[in-house]
């Protein structure tokens, strides 16, 4: 491999393995200096950082607080409760499961708690914004139980709610899951609640993509209409990679057993002490400002990028995330981001609705706002980026690798001026 400089602020693993900490001293440095619009993806705070690399890793918790398989959990009991404390807090819930491992084995958990193989479940198409977890056929979700999913309209790309219930009540699936990974607009939680009790299903919000938004007031909230919530902690809710399982108290015990021992053994503490850490600066008024920053900046990236002839799916945004897609840009989804990387803008390709090309070669792009909030970028920022990207689109159509190298340059600058929470200068 190249030779890489090491990292002067990690010395120990340098002395140990200096790959491996050249490696990570690269990748310090290029989220330091690009522009992140990948709208999965936000930096965490110094703090959460130190609760993931503490000596909580060193003991194993299978089971819940006053309930292990393992002695010596006075203090891991105590960083579990705190974080599912701060969880029903914040979010206002009856219970939540701190444990699974990410999205995917919490959703998988939700499987487990409320239906058998074979039974049907639904949920929004992949191409469509869905996840594939959500029943697709490629996961295991869509391979273990029968999956029905709805879409959007072609001519408005919004939920059809009038042919989500149609669906619903023809297929009579156990579990219905509301949220998705590409939706750029405001989650009707109520209409879904309804379905979901007409058609005697369980209500399942996944709010992975917007659970930051939802703790800072920014997005509405699904608990008083889902039976279940399902999300990850990090996203929006700047914190570690990890999930929760939060829900009504009738299905706490459902939840509880379908993770431990359901499908998993001894959580990760130092992710736990992690979450508990973000879920205290999500409390905090200054992450308000954030989560409602997060929308003000995406909605004005939005205009600028429309104001630049760019087609948004919906025509713009609720939330943090702006789906484009460039069929009449004539430069593919995957050739654009590829490109633009190349330029320090990171973006990733994506499907749009009644996409006609392949899912490995889409004809969008999927842009969002929760990194270069994090960075303090404001909405007077947000021209210089509609700009970047169109420059970047353009050059990506005409092959100009000169104009993808100018760009860079002023993505660094920008960059420079707006340090990255927990990245050492």
């Given amino acids: 491999m190249t030779s890489l400089p090491l990292p002067a602020h990690h010395p120990a693993l340098a002395a140990t393995d200096p790959e491996l900490a050249a490696l990570v001293g690269a ?16 930096y965490v705070s110094q703090a959460v950082l130190e609760a993931s690399g503490t000596v909580l890793q060193n003991k194993y918790s299978e089971g819940y607080p006053g309930r292990r398989y393992y002695e010596g959990q006075r203090h891991i009991d105590q960083v579990e409760l705190l974080a599912i404390g701060r969880a029903k807090a914040l979010f206002g819930v009856d219970h939540a499961n ?21 039974d049907t479940v639904m949920g929004m198409a992949l191409p469509m914004g869905g996840h594939l977890t959500h029943g697709w056929g490629v996961s295991a979700t869509g391979t273990w139980f029968r999956g029905v999913q709805y879409g959007v309209r072609r001519d408005t790309g919004l939920i059809d709610f009038d042919e989500v219930r149609d669906l619903a009540l023809k297929e009579r699936p156990k579990v219905i899951f509301c949220g998705g990974t590409a939706l750029p607009r405001t989650i009707d939680f109520a209409a879904f609640a309804e379905i979901a009790r007409e058609a005697g299903a369980v209500l399942v919000a996944d709010v992975a993509h917007i ?21 990850t902690t990090h996203k929006t809710l700047r914190g570690p990679r990890g ?68 087609d948004l799916v919906s025509g ?29 803008v990171v973006v990733n390709y994506n499907t749009v609705p009644y996409d006609p090309r392949k899912p490995f070669d889409p004809s969008g792009i ?16 947000m021209t210089a980026v509609a700009d970047w990207i169109d420059r970047g689109v353009g050059a990506a159509r005409d092959g100009d690798e000169d104009a993808l190298l100018t760009i860079r340059a002023e993505v660094a600058d920008l960059m420079a001026a707006h340090p990255a929470p927990g990245i050492p200068a």
Avoid at 27 to 42: F, G, H, K, M
Avoid at 317 to 335: A, R, Y
């Fill in 366 to 381: 999927r842009i969002g706002t929760p990194s270069l909030t994090s960075r303090g970028l404001g909405t007077q920022h």
């Fill in 27 to 42: 990748e310090e440095r290029l989220q330091a200096d690009t522009l992140r619009l990948i709208p999965s993806e936000n």
């Fill in 98 to 118: 701190v444990q699974p491992y990410s999205g995917s084995p919490a959703n998988l958990a939700v499987y487990l708690a409320f239906a058998q193989p074979g």
């Fill in 211 to 231: 659970a930051g938004l939802i703790a800072g007031g920014a997005h509405p909230s699904p608990v008083p209409h889902a039976d279940v919530i399902s999300t």
């Fill in 243 to 310: 999930a929760m399982l939060m829900c009504r108290e009738e299905h706490a015990k459902a939840i509880d057993k379908a993770v431990f021992p359901g499908l998993q053994g001894g959580p990760h503490n130092q992710t736990t002490a992690a979450i508990a850490v973000a879920l205290h600066e999500a409390s905090r008024p200054s992450f308000r400002d954030y989560a409602h920053a997060v929308v003000a900046n995406a909605r004005a990236l939005a205009e600028a990028l429309l104001a630049r002839g760019f």
């Fill in 316 to 344: 713009g945004t609720d939330n943090h995330l702006i789906l484009m897609d460039l069929t009449s840009k004539d430069v593919p989804g995957k050739v654009a981001a590829k490109a633009l990387d190349r330029a320090g």
